[in-house]
């Protein structure tokens, strides 16, 4: 067997692989889309529920009637939408004020900072419910919107600060030379040189919450819920057995705002990643 040979067994090997890949990963999502559109999906194979046997719409039905699930897409685009508004405001300006400080005091607070994001969500569940009840906030959609902030903020802060670090001194220094004021020189030129990184964090934001559960089960009332806790009434009880055919229909309604904005949003994302990969 000659090098050429070797190569194209190679790369059909590697081809081989990712096909596997493709189709493991892929699975799940679509098992879930064929149990939503069958009458029964419990205790059928997969490949029982992909033929189709038993079509149905009635659990998309179910999942829009029974599963209030406007009522739920509201609060989730709310605090969503929200979060992002929020955090970008509030962690550009933060970020970018860190990285006009000293290397090894802004290493020092960058990474006090990401400290809160070390915590598991579940340690801070229950402290963040006390701390809602005595200002009143429990169960309201301002304390979800708050105890999402608190996860996302060191996140976004971290993540900006190293898209500041690849804006060009020597493009600043330029713009200070030429009168440049501290806010002009925000606004004007470092900011638009971030952008793609901003860009790519209200995306990742956004998807944070939609997809946030922990902190929604535990502080969020019953007119503060989103979808992620909305599923769980079809998840039955000691009478009551779960409707699987239910739950995928919820579920894949859940999932399909996201793999849209996901898909439409992403070049930003991955030239925001890249832009924040390489030293400016």
């Given at each position: 067997?000659?090098?050429?040979?070797?190569?194209?067994?190679?790369?059909g090997?590697?081809?081989?692989?990712?096909?596997?890949?493709?189709?493991?990963?892929?699975?799940?999502?679509?098992?879930?889309?064929?149990?939503a559109f069958?009458?029964t999906?419990?205790f059928?194979?997969?490949?029982?529920?992909?033929?189709?046997?038993?079509f149905?719409?009635?659990?998309?039905t179910t999942?829009f009637?029974?599963g209030d699930?406007?009522?739920?897409?509201?609060?989730?685009?709310?605090?969503s939408?929200?979060?992002?508004?929020?955090?970008?405001?509030?962690?550009?300006?933060?970020?970018y004020?860190l990285?006009?400080?000293?290397p090894?005091?802004?290493?020092?607070l960058s990474?006090a900072v990401?400290a809160?994001?070390?915590?598991p969500?579940?340690?801070?569940?229950?402290?963040?419910?006390l701390?809602?009840v005595?200002?009143?906030?429990?169960?309201?959609?301002?304390?979800?919107?708050l105890a999402h902030l608190?996860i996302?903020i060191?996140?976004?802060?971290?993540?900006?600060v190293?898209f500041?670090?690849?804006?060009?001194?020597?493009?600043?220094?330029?713009?200070?030379v030429?009168?440049?004021?501290?806010?002009?020189?925000?606004?004007?030129i470092?900011?638009?040189?971030?952008?793609?990184?901003?860009n790519?964090?209200?995306?990742?934001v956004?998807?944070?919450?939609?997809?946030?559960?922990?902190?929604?089960?535990?502080?969020a009332?019953?007119?503060?819920?989103?979808?992620?806790v909305?599923?769980?009434r079809f998840?039955?009880?000691v009478?009551?057995?779960?409707?699987y055919?239910?739950?995928?229909?919820?579920?894949?309604?859940?999932?399909?705002?996201?793999?849209?904005?996901?898909?439409?949003?992403?070049?930003?994302?991955?030239s925001g990643?890249?832009?924040?990969a390489?030293?400016?």
């Amino acid at each position: 067997m000659n090098d050429r040979q070797k190569a194209n067994l190679l790369l059909g090997g590697q081809y081989a692989g990712l096909t596997l890949w493709l189709i493991i990963s892929l699975m799940p999502p679509v098992v879930l889309l064929a149990a939503a559109f069958n009458e029964t999906a419990m205790f059928r194979s997969p490949l029982a529920l992909l033929t189709m046997s038993e079509f149905t719409l009635e659990n998309f039905t179910t999942a829009f009637s029974a599963g209030d699930f406007w009522f739920f897409f509201r609060n989730s685009l709310i605090i969503s939408v929200a979060a992002v508004i929020i955090s970008v405001v509030v962690c550009v300006p933060m970020a970018y004020g860190l990285n006009k400080l000293r290397p090894r005091v802004r290493g020092a607070l960058s990474f006090a900072v990401l400290a809160m994001r070390f915590l598991p969500h579940v340690v801070l569940a229950l402290p963040l419910f006390l701390i809602f009840v005595d200002l009143g906030l429990s169960g309201s959609r301002t304390g979800l919107l708050l105890a999402h902030l608190a996860i996302h903020i060191p996140f976004a802060v971290w993540m900006m600060v190293g898209f500041f670090e690849n804006v060009p001194k020597e493009m600043e220094e330029a713009a200070i030379v030429d009168g440049c004021g501290p806010w002009k020189l925000f606004w004007s030129i470092s900011l638009p040189v971030v952008r793609p990184g901003l860009n790519a964090l209200a995306i990742l934001v956004f998807i944070m919450s939609w997809n946030e559960y922990l902190f929604a089960l535990f502080l969020a009332g019953s007119d503060a819920q989103p979808l992620t806790v909305g599923i769980t009434r079809f998840m039955g009880g000691v009478e009551a057995g779960a409707q699987y055919g239910v739950i995928a229909a919820y579920a894949s309604l859940i999932v399909l705002p996201v793999i849209i904005f996901a898909l439409l949003a992403n070049r930003y994302i991955v030239s925001g990643m890249t832009a924040g990969a390489v030293k400016g």
